[in-house]
């Protein structure tokens, strides 16, 4: 029997304490709706994850409501917080995101998620190169290209990071040459190092010769390179 007395009162300290905390987290808002809504998500935790784990872990999402506070004064819709905080962001917002939609009608739109996964993969490997550069721009006017055929149904996402991959690679090992744009040369060497990249780089290949008037072409295979 004191073991059930003890466990009530533990219980009893744990959710007074995530009582408290919530409270204390609440004050940090300016919008009284967004205040009242980090409360009821609070006490929704408590019941989902157990008022212990609720009470030690409740702060970590305080930044998280306030900058949806700062930025909408409101919870948005999937799509507005998708585009701010991106997938891997609100993958760090797993619990909200699940009372948002339990709670508010925020739905997840795992399209929409996988999409913002890609375009911001893509957007990394645009960084690669500093702005400014000529290869920087030269991979850019390569992306557009992509992304126009993208607009005409042509590809997709996926297609257009796929093609990127290799597209920056050859303009890397070219650089590591001291050559720009990428000559035949150093198409060669490419494929020599990396022969399973033949498929993927060959767009990219033909759109140094017709588009930017480059003199190259793809290499003719050779039976070391076919037993690759």
């Known amino acids: 029997m004191p073991a059930v007395g003890g466990s009530r009162c533990e219980a009893c300290y744990w959710s007074k304490l995530l009582g408290k905390r919530i409270v204390i987290n609440t004050a940090a808002f300016k919008v009284d709706a967004m205040a009242r809504q980090f409360e009821q998500f609070g006490e929704w935790l408590g019941v989902h994850v157990g008022v212990s784990k609720a009470a030690i872990t409740i702060q970590r999402y305080l930044p998280f409501f306030l ?51 890609e375009q911001r993969r893509i957007d990394a490997m645009l ?28 590809s997709s996402l996926s297609s257009v990071r796929l093609a990127l991959f290799p597209a920056l690679a050859l303009i890397e090992n070219a650089s590591s040459l001291k050559v720009f744009p990428p000559d035949q040369h150093a198409i060669e060497v490419y494929l020599q190092q990396v022969p399973g990249q033949r498929a993927a780089v060959t767009g990219f290949v033909n ?7 480059i003199a190259v072409v793809m290499p003719k295979t050779t039976a070391a390179s076919r037993e690759q």
Do not use: N
Not at 76 to 105: I, N, T, V
Not at 134 to 152: F, I, K, M, N, V
């Open 207 to 213: 759109f140094l010769r017709e588009t930017c008037g």
């Open 127 to 154: 960084r690669k190169i500093p702005a400014g550069l000529p290869a920087e721009a030269l991979l850019r006017r390569y992306s557009e290209h992509l992304l126009g055929r993208l607009s005409e149904g042509k």
């Open 67 to 117: 900058e949806i506070e700062r930025r909408w004064k409101q919870i948005p819709d999937y799509q507005a917080l998708l585009d701010h905080f991106g997938a891997s962001g609100l993958r760090k917002a797993l619990l909200p995101m699940r009372w948002f939609e339990q709670c508010c009608g925020v739905q997840p739109d795992p399209a929409a998620k996988r999409r913002d996964a």
